[in-house]
């Protein structure tokens, strides 16, 4: 039987395979993993067939190494626990600034409103379904994501985008591995920038708080 410690350096690297292939669509060879990992090939090829016996990794005979579908199941488990950290951030910031908040995900390529809260105060405001999927370019839930992957910690802002007459406000989700998200507001008309990105910003930061091991 493993010792504790040995069991504990297996699955840390079983982890660290998982997330090197997880951030390569295209697939990782195993000599990369190897030399990724510091070990020699017959240890990838071990971890590799311990995952793949869960579903989470794949390989044909002779190609790379690939996410197998079992993370699906995996994300579907997560996607409520994120939604749950997201809820009391969202009211906070939808009814500080009367504006229907959102948390958007990337998922497929695309943005994705994985959880909507409207202002409990106000009239008229937007009506957003959560599930609605628009282009990562489309409008400021989408930029940004692209803003994060490109380390920027501001807000962006759109006029328009997927929804003609709809002004929306976001930021990114900083610093939560695997996550690949932001924070946002949209309304009916213009919001005073000065003052919606920087509580937007916050948002987006106590949401990155909760979610911190």
Not at 24 to 35: C, F, K, L, Q
Not at 131 to 153: F, K, N, V, Y
Request: hydrophobic share 45%; aromatic share 4%.
């Amino acid at each position: 039987m493993d010792k504790p410690a040995e069991t504990a350096q297996t699955l840390d690297r079983g982890l660290r395979l998982l997330s090197l292939v997880a951030e390569h669509p295209e697939g990782v060879s195993v000599s990369s993993a190897a030399e990724y990992l510091g070990v020699g090939r017959t240890v990838v090829y071990r971890l590799a067939a311990t995952l793949a016996a869960h579903g989470l990794l794949r390989r044909e005979p002779g190609g790379p190494l690939r996410l197998g579908i079992g993370v699906l199941a995996l994300a579907r488990h997560a996607q409520p626990l994120l939604a749950g950290a997201a809820l009391p951030v969202l009211r906070l910031l939808a009814d500080d600034l009367g504006a229907t908040a959102h948390l958007t995900v990337e998922d497929a390529g695309e943005a994705l409103a994985l959880l909507v809260v409207e202002p409990s105060w106000t009239t008229l405001h937007v009506a957003y379904r959560t599930g609605s999927r628009h282009p990562l370019d489309a409008a400021a839930g989408g930029l940004a994501i692209l803003a994060g992957r490109r380390g920027e910690r501001g807000w962006t802002t759109s006029a328009g985008g997927f929804q003609s007459g709809a002004y929306g406000v976001a930021a990114p989700v900083l610093d939560i591995d695997g996550l690949t998200a932001s924070v946002g507001v949209v309304t009916l008309g213009p919001l005073d920038e000065n003052t919606a990105g920087p509580r937007v910003r916050r948002a987006a930061d106590d949401l990155a708080a909760a979610l911190a091991p």
